[in-house]
């Protein structure tokens, strides 16, 4: 990456904002031949201020499972599974896109070649869900293999690993797979899927992998990254959670993955969920305790579809921008546009880009609201010379104090140069900014040739208000302190200070944070903590120091920090009772059977009812639901259901819950659910589109015994259209809210209660209550 440098005085000019480039230059020839309606479709933003999702329009119909890294050359590179790019297309080996504002994205083409393809995989075998990372000066990129060439079974899925000098290659494959291929129990293999790399301070490297067969698990890497060592560590139930993410934050790691079919098309109802643990190998539990590996599974939301544009969002990456603020990048389907035209059968998932917050300790998108739709603010990301002023209208320069800054030759594979920041043998070397704001973020990429270096960052002004963030190669140490006052962390022993690793050092609150890590997603390598006694002041220099040998910088940016949301947008309440069905006596007259009466009996203030093998899902058609008409207007619908399905055992599908029917092919339902040796609550959906009846749904929880499930409806005033909110509780007091499904305006769609699913063993749903609410 450039760093340019004006006139003797190796001035280095600091560039206020962001600037865009083109969105479209670099797309495939195919894509003016794609079906997608692009005189339809947004375009990409005119300048780094905004975005609009998809953001991976432009050049494709399609990019699914999402990674993401910021290069050393200052582009961010985004990697997408090897589905057609455009309809029509072929299926590729992997892509990758580059994009200098994260917001208008280029593409730039696969992974893999004839070349440079792996051998050990079959000529079969797709390739999926990259991750990508920087380690030890090179990019190292982990995927999911879905055939070898070791046996002749299909589908024995494992784990990838190639290197590459640049973000776009050229990539060597490691020559053989990290993991085994796993054999399933009863037959087929389990899903060694979805890599995830995470390094932590210790020094240790782990890789997350596996998908609903199986679950999510975690194994220790050796030296080289190349091979799984030790006995891998399960971390999620067999059959939830696929698409792993980890990040350390605040002293706890967190486990995000997606759960649900992820290409159901527009049933699609996959969705993001954390977990958090005092340590890597787990066990994560959600916020209120309960574990992602337990049969009545945990997890806090993290992302749903919440009834626009957008179903079926997950696979995810977390990334920085250099303000601080947290980004997840997902795909997510079109629901009026599910499909790519050729071949058929392929989900049309672009790469979508929304905010990710901190509340309460969780991870949230855009606070609660869910997918984005319509023009954003964009990530602050590195301008055309990878350097964001802290206070645009300052005209922010860097200025040479002492030493020598000089010019030097990028060797990492990327264009341009990098900076040098050089001691003398009487003095360090020592750059500074003009006054920043107290509540600063400084990032840049270092490294440190010699072992007798040190690199600093000072922020708050040089003298007894200042705090510094040292790297300390001689020392091997990551010291935050004013004055004598000091914290100390250690680096290390095979964390190669030689090559490059990101340093963030984030003043907020009056407490210094700083963080070293090899790619900037999530992982650290060293992290410290300080909070001064004496106050920064409210606007200060920010000085950069090198001292006993040089110091190699690039990609420097000095930004005020992103101001962070600490509140949740606000969840739907549910008011007074308008109807309420105790079951103390005879059914409310207004209740109707829909196909033959089930077997229920109504007494002592409960209904109970004998599951059986019948279900409306698919053609089948013969399950007796009770319904009512639906009331005018917004309005909540609620019930408590008993329904002991035991933890462990297979139960297929074993359920009872609230039903919105506006016909047998076309309905919506939320009930508790036994899913393999899972239990769920499932927001099921099932529709007839394109000649064929499709279902597909959003799978939360926990549940409990006694379950309380309400839908919130509301109307869509734009549009009429209907649109239902889940919600779920196992003491009536705490609420946990999920999906929103639609449906049309078109319908009049009856409401009430089913159950079924399975007669073995014999077990009957008990609905203590069946409540129509005002909306508040």
């Known amino acids: 990456m450039e760093i340019r440098f004006v006139a003797a005085l190796a001035t280095l000019a600091l560039v206020a904002g962001a600037v865009a480039l083109p969105g479209t230059g670099g797309a495939p020839p195919a894509a003016a031949a794609t ?35 910021r290069g050393k050359d200052g582009w961010w590179y985004l990697y997408a599974t090897s589905d057609p790019l455009v ?138 990254g190349t091979r799984a060592v ?115 059968g392929v989900n049309r998932r672009p790469t979508l880009l929304d905010r990710l917050d901190w509340i309460d300790g969780w991870p949230v998108v855009n606070a609660g609201a869910g997918p984005s739709e319509g023009a954003q603010t964009a990530p602050a990301a590195a301008s055309e010379l990878g350097i964001v002023s802290a206070d645009p209208a300052s005209g922010h320069a860097l200025r040479r104090v002492t030493g020598t800054l000089a010019r030097g030759a990028d060797d990492a594979g990327d264009a341009g140069a990098i900076a040098r920041l050089v001691p003398d043998r009487r003095h360090a070397a020592v750059i500074q900014t003009k006054a920043a704001p107290r509540d600063v973020q400084v990032e840049t990429d270092v490294r440190l040739p010699d072992a007798e270096g040190s690199f600093t960052v000072t922020v708050g002004g040089p003298g007894s208000a200042g705090v510094s963030v040292r790297l300390d190669a001689q020392e091997r140490e990551l010291v935050v302190g004013q004055g004598r006052q000091q914290v100390r962390t250690t680096v290390p022993a095979n964390t190669d200070l030689t090559s490059w690793h990101v340093l963030s050092v984030e003043a907020r609150d009056g407490v210094v944070a700083a963080r070293l890590s090899s790619s900037g997603l999530g992982d650290v390598d060293a992290e410290a903590r300080f909070e001064p006694r004496t106050p920064l002041p409210r606007k200060a220099t920010v000085r950069l120091t090198a001292d006993g040998a040089e110091a190699q910088l690039d990609n420097l940016t000095v930004v005020a920090a992103h101001q962070p949301v600490t509140e949740r947008v606000a969840e739907p309440q549910a008011g007074a009772v308008t109807f309420a069905e105790e079951f103390d006596g005879a059914l409310d007259e207004g209740w109707r059977w829909q196909h033959s009466p089930a077997a229920v009996d109504v007494a002592n203030g409960a209904l109970t009812w004998p599951l059986t093998g019948h279900d409306l899902v698919g053609t089948r058609n013969d399950a007796p639901v009770l319904l009512r008409d639906a009331p005018d207007g917004d309005y909540v619908l609620e019930a408590t259901v008993r329904l002991p399905l ?41 529709l007839t589109a394109d000649g064929a009846v499709r279902f597909g749904g959003f799978v939360s929880g926990p549940v409990a015994d006694t379950m309380h499930l309400r839908l919130f409806h509301t109307t869509d005033p734009a549009t009429g259209e209907h649109r239902y909110r889940s919600a779920t509780s196992r003491d009536g007091d705490h609420w946990r809210f999920g999906a929103t499904w639609t449906l049309p305006a078109d319908t009049d769609p009856a409401i009430g209660i089913y159950a079924g699913g399975g007669a073995s063993p014999a077990v009957s749903a008990v609905f203590d209550n069946v409540l129509i609410r005002e909306l508040d």
């Not at 975005?51 to 990019?63: A, H, M």
């Not at 995927?143 to 060597?172: E, F, H, L, Q, S």
């Not at 079926?312 to 079109?334: E, R």
Request: proline share 7%; aromatic share 12%; glycine share 14%.
């Open 35 to 69: 079906d997608r309606a692009a005189a339809d479709q947004a375009a990409p933003p005119a300048s780094g201020t905004t975005y609009t999702n998809p953001v991976t329009d432009p050049f494709s119909d399609t990019y699914a499972d999402p990674a993401v890294i």
């Open 646 to 686: 035991g933890e462990d055992t297979v139960r297929n599908f074993q359920q009872a819950g609230l039903l919105v029917h506006a016909g047998d092919d076309d309905f919506l339902r939320l009930g508790s659910v036994a899913i393999g040796r899972t239990r769920q609550v499932e927001f099921g959906k099932e």
């Open 230 to 344: 030790g006995e891998p560590t399960r971390v999620t139930v067999a059959d939830r959670y696929e698409g792993a993410f980890v990040v350390k934050r605040d002293g706890w790691y967190y486990l995000m993955g997606s759960s649900a079919n992820c290409c159901s098309g527009p049933v699609t109802g996959y969705s993001v969920y954390a977990g958090r643990s005092r340590s890597p190998l787990g066990p994560f539990t959600d916020h209120e305790g309960v574990g992602m590996n337990e049969s009545r599974v945990g997890g806090t939301l993290v992302v749903a579809q919440n009834g626009n544009r957008w179903i079926g969002v997950g696979h995810h990456a977390v990334f920085s921008d250099v303000s601080g603020q947290d980004w997840m990048l997902y795909h997510g389907i079109d629901r009026d546009n599910a499909w790519l035209n050729q071949p058929g």
């Open 87 to 224: 309809s029509g297309g072929p299926f590729g080996n992997m892509h990758v896109a580059k994009s200098r504002d994260l917001a208008s994205w280029e593409y730039v083409g696969t992974i893999f070649d004839g070349e440079n393809r792996p051998a050990w995989a079959a000529e079969a075998s797709y390739f999926w869900a990259p991750d990508i990372r920087y380690v030890d000066g090179q990019y190292v990129m982990y995927y999911t293999v879905t055939d070898t060439a070791a046996n002749p079974d299909a589908w024995d899925y494992t784990i990838g690993v190639a290197t590459a000098p640049t973000p776009t290659g050229p990539w060597t494959d490691s020559g053989g797979p990290v993991l085994d291929p796993r054999p399933a129990p009863g037959g087929g293999y389990l899903n060694t899927i979805d890599p995830a790399l995470f390094a932590d301070d210790d020094g240790s490297r782990y890789l997350y992998f596996g998908g609903f067969n199986g679950g999510i698990w975690v194994t220790e890497l050796d030296e080289t």
